[in-house]
């Protein structure tokens, strides 16, 4: 009886009852629905992201990337250095603070955009969610992302 309360202390470490865990895997699982597409084009998961903000915003800082990516700029400035070397993106100090460098698109890196244009659909067809679950999933992990 003892040993069954003191097992039973356990429960929390049980991988069927982590949070942490289903959502781990299906973000791989996910990502790796991408990763064909991105093939492609020649870029990578995190790189698609970098390019998903800079499509919609042609020129952020790094502070605001990293912010909008929930990534550090330990990870990002690697990869930006990668897209400038491959002639995607541009990184300049700003005038007022040269702590601050902006990170824009070039031609090419705009171009690109094109090419990646049916991505979301392609992936989403094979994610098998009805529009409505995939709302709400969307909704509860913006809430948990907001609340962490």
């Not at 991105?38 to 998903?52: A, H, M, S, W």
């Not at 790094?62 to 930006?80: A, I």
């Not at 460098?101 to 955009?113: N, W």
Request: hydrophobic share 40%; proline share 4%; glycine share 6%.
């Amino acid at each position: 009886m003892e040993e069954n309360v003191q097992e039973s202390g356990y429960d929390a470490l049980k991988l069927d009852n982590q949070l942490c865990f289903p959502l781990y895997a299906a973000a791989r699982k996910v990502v790796s629905l991408y990763t064909p597409h991105f093939k492609e084009i020649g870029i990578t998961y995190t790189q698609y992201i970098v390019f998903l903000v800079l499509w919609e915003h042609e020129s952020v800082t790094v502070g605001e990337l990293c912010q909008k990516l929930y990534l550090d700029s330990g990870t990002v400035t690697p990869m930006l250095k990668k897209l400038e070397t491959e002639g995607y993106i541009t990184r300049e100090r700003s005038i007022d603070d040269e702590r601050v460098v902006f990170v824009s698109l070039t031609e090419k890196g705009a171009r690109l955009k094109e090419k990646a244009k049916n991505i979301p659909a392609a992936v989403g067809a094979c994610v098998p969610l009805t529009p409505d679950e995939a709302a709400a999933m969307y909704g509860l992990l913006y809430k948990l992302l907001g609340k962490i």
